[in-house]
């Protein structure tokens, strides 16, 4: 949504995101949501993420893997670290352990 006639997008408020996080349905929703909001990376890179990406045998991983194949323009392979907010997201979701994709159910995004 812009606000001016330069191209300027409106900043959400942190109260706005709540009311977000909030509408959401459902621990899978909400977590891919933090995870475009808190690394950068889009909807299409975050459901085609793996569960090793984000987790590993201890919990969620303090940085999660965005692969070369999966991004726009074949950027190389980076590791995005998950801040204490996210990694709550994920911890809540924590998606089941024989899960391949982090996101196995189909995604309302």
Avoid: W
């Avoid at 194949?69 to 709550?88: D, F, Y």
């Amino acid at each position: 949504m812009k606000i001016d006639g330069h191209g300027q997008a409106k900043v959400l408020t942190s109260y706005e995101i709540a009311k977000l996080f909030k509408a959401l349905e459902g621990d899978r929703d909400r977590a891919l949501f933090g995870i475009c909001l808190y690394t950068g990376c889009r909807i299409s890179e975050a459901c085609s993420m793996l569960t090793t990406d984000a987790y590993d045998a201890v919990g969620v991983r303090t940085k999660m893997t965005l692969r070369k194949a999966n991004t726009k323009g074949k950027q190389e392979t980076r590791q995005i670290p998950v801040n204490s907010v996210l990694k709550g997201y994920l911890e809540t979701y924590r998606a089941g352990a024989g899960d391949q994709q982090l996101t196995a159910k189909k995604t309302n995004f």
